[in-house]
């Protein structure tokens, strides 16, 4: 996963925040059939408080019939320390799909996004996370289910024309 280094001045000191996600790993299918556990690390400097107070993180999706790019916050206010968050994606898909009419890529076209909030709540830094590929998710289009479904209707119809010439 991908970290980033936050620089804060403090008075005569400087203190470094680094953070980063971890998992889930992305070599892997996100089912969203199932919670989700996202992870990630924070290693602070040894002078006061870093300027990050909590993190948001946001899911966000390519939708396969249009190109769109669709999030949704899953979690906000979450502590830096805790490490750890689960995520239950139930209802993701039907959210989307009411609201927006939209199937999701079977591309690896997906990802997490992280956002420090520092003290006044605004957003400090935003991290996307590595992409991934859906699973656990049904109608996802992409390329090839497009070509499939293609394939399929040329192959009908030229059965449908064979059969009206009487080759069949």
Request: aromatic share 8%; net charge negative; with cysteine.
């Amino acid at each position: 996963m991908r970290f980033l280094p936050l620089l804060c001045t403090v008075l005569p000191a400087v203190q470094a925040l680094s953070f980063g996600l971890t998992g889930p790993d992305a070599s892997q299918p996100l089912n969203l059939s199932q919670p989700v556990e996202i992870t990630w690390t924070t290693t602070e400097g040894n002078v006061g408080e870093p300027l990050a107070r909590v993190l948001n993180i946001w899911f966000w999706a390519l939708g396969g019939n249009n190109g769109g790019t669709y999030g949704n916050e899953i979690g906000s206010n979450l502590s830096l320390s805790t490490e750890s968050y689960t995520w239950n994606p139930s209802g993701l898909v039907e959210n989307f799909r009411d609201n927006n009419d939209i199937q999701l890529s079977a591309g690896k076209e997906h990802w997490f996004e992280a956002k420090l909030v520092g003290d006044r709540g605004n957003t400090l830094v935003s991290m996307p996370s590595d992409k991934y590929v859906l699973e656990g998710v049904p109608d996802l289009v992409g390329a090839a289910g497009k070509n499939i479904a293609v394939s399929k209707a040329v192959v009908g119809i030229v059965t449908g024309l064979a059969v009206l010439k009487g080759l069949l």
